[in-house]
């Protein structure tokens, strides 16, 4: 008589600070699997909401919950790396505390890291919520191919996070070869993330399924500031640190990558001369635009801007964002109604 073939094992990773209200739909969606077995760990960074106090009533309904409170706060890549490297399982999700995924998730992605042993991770289509759980437009992610192999991934990432939304399943080795986000760059971690596993030699996997959902924010005043800094010097060390080495090992053209960092450095510099930012603030930005992609546009830019032009580059920026929205939007519906057609 012959064994039934293992299952692979699978661990949910949440990751929360101050998000009590959005805890249950989370954990939740990751207990209520339609795969069996899965294992589901939550660090909390040391929350100073609710967070303790509706982690312990999830305990008491889930029994399959590692709940861990850290001492002290370690940001966003500390609390990631600690986190992920606790399951010791053969795939790992990563799942934010505001978002949520549907219950055939891990199954549907088990199958199909099973299918590509090359891919490092899987990722999948979205529902985009807001704050309140109202459902917005899907986000789909625009290629041909089911698969992508490392090169392809590589090369597709200079221009951009090429991922719905950041809710992915990884190949546990993969992370354990990369050592998670240890010393690397916070708010903009998992992008760095997706260039290093290209870069060692691992594609990723893709379904145009919509299989979780996703939380959009209006921004909060406060905490723009801080994390804009945080994004652009983690720009920096993406395309200086992983980037950079990744296309001098292949001999590839480099040239790329110092065009795309001009335009990144343009792209967000209308934001940095908002009224949220103070003189000193203001002056810190520049400075990191200008390490992110000097070029003569930028500094005429950043003259434009100073003398008051800012909101007119922001409503511009803001209008372009719209119309992609839309177009992505009819894209999506257009396929959806031919689906629809072929099925019938």
Not at 16 to 36: G, K, W
Not at 40 to 48: G, K, P, Q, Y
Not at 317 to 330: A, I, N, P, R, S
Request: net charge positive; with cysteine; glycine share 4%.
């Amino acid at each position: 008589m012959t064994s039934m073939p293992k299952m692979p094992s699978v661990a949910i990773c949440i990751p929360t600070y101050n998000q009590a209200q959005y805890l249950r739909e989370s954990i939740s969606s990751a207990c209520c699997q339609t795969y069996p077995h899965v294992e589901v760990w939550v660090s909390d960074d040391c929350s100073t909401d609710e967070t303790p106090q509706v982690m312990e009533k999830l305990c008491q309904q889930f029994p399959q919950v590692h709940y861990y409170r850290q001492p002290k706060n370690l940001g966003i890549a500390g609390n990631n790396t600690w986190l992920l490297s606790q399951p010791k399982t053969d795939f790992i999700v990563r799942l934010d505390s505001d978002d949520a995924l549907m219950p055939d998730y891990v199954e549907k992605l088990v199958l199909l890291l099973q299918k590509y042993p090359e891919a490092g991770y899987a990722h999948t289509a979205i529902q985009q919520i807001d704050e309140w759980g109202k459902k917005h437009s899907i986000a789909r992610v625009v290629r041909k191919k089911e698969f992508q192999n490392s090169d392809e991934a590589l090369m597709a990432a200079v221009s951009g996070y090429r991922v719905a939304a950041n809710i992915l399943m990884f190949r546990s080795k993969v992370l354990q070869e990369l050592k998670y986000y240890e010393n690397r760059p916070e708010y903009v971690e998992d992008y760095d993330l997706s260039v290093r596993i290209a870069d060692a030699g691992y594609g990723n996997v893709y379904t145009d399924e919509v299989l979780a959902k996703y939380r959009i924010w209006t921004d909060v005043k406060k905490t723009r500031s801080k994390r804009k800094h945080l994004q652009l010097k983690g720009y920096i060390r993406i395309f200086e640190e992983s980037f950079l080495p990744a296309f001098q090992r292949r001999g590839w053209d480099t040239k790329i990558l110092d065009k795309q960092r001009r335009k990144l450095a343009i792209l967000h510099s209308a934001y940095c001369f908002l009224p949220i930012f103070n003189q000193q603030e203001r002056a810190e930005l520049v400075a990191l635009l200008k390490q992110l992609g000097d070029s003569p546009l930028l500094r005429l830019r950043i003259l434009a801007l100073s003398l008051g032009f800012a909101p007119f580059f922001e409503w511009q920026h803001q209008t372009e964002l719209k119309l992609k929205g839309f177009v992505k939007d009819w894209l999506s519906k257009l396929k959806n109604m031919s689906t629809i057609k072929v099925v019938g």
